[in-house]
């Protein structure tokens, strides 16, 4: 038995956005997942039709790598540590990438998920809560301010899964620089660089 809240489905009407999570969800792992650094999961739409192809997969409903939000136009590539984004009345942060567990394995009845995802890079972002307010399908993600350094969330996870790259340890020094980064994060960083 496996306890987990990565089933999501979507929903319609407005959603109230609190400190740590959207109004009827909640993160089942406290200790890996939720918290004021994690409490919403964004993740790209733009992806759905690269894992269509990849899982040899017809449908497949927006939620389906347990994120909170599915957002159009906005990936890993094109979102910093540190960016803000707002979204209906709420504002977010970004904090961090997702580091895949083999509950999405299991969300997606594929064993090979997490390798696959981490390989991919396409991992979507935490968000922490700056703002409560409220949210619903079809509101626009505006990107109102950049963080600092502009340290992508796919160059700052490639560089931590490829830690002995010559890049990595800049990325790595560039993103303790951002202060929205998780302390989670900031800790594995700082523990790579030898600090």
Known sequence: ???????????????????????GDAQADLKNHGGEHMAVYAYSLDHYDYWRAILH?????YGQFGENLTIDGLDESACCVGDRL????SLFAITQP??????????L??????????????????????????LQAGDAVERVERGKGEVTIRSLFEAYLNPSQRISAEIFARALDVPELAPRWREKLEQRLGR
Not at 57 to 61: C, D, K, S, T, V
């Open 98 to 107: 997702r580091v895949p567990c083999f509950k999405l394995g299991i969300r």
């Open 109 to 134: 009845g594929d064993d090979r998920m997490p390798k696959l995802f981490s390989e991919s890079a396409r991992t979507g972002f935490y968000l922490k809560v700056e703002r409560e307010g409220a």
């Open 86 to 89: 707002r979204i209906g009345s």
């Open 1 to 23: 038995m496996v306890r987990t809240a990565i089933f999501k489905k979507p929903v319609t009407g407005s959603v109230a956005v609190g400190r740590y999570n959207l109004e």
């Open 57 to 61: 997969r017809g449908e497949m409903p």
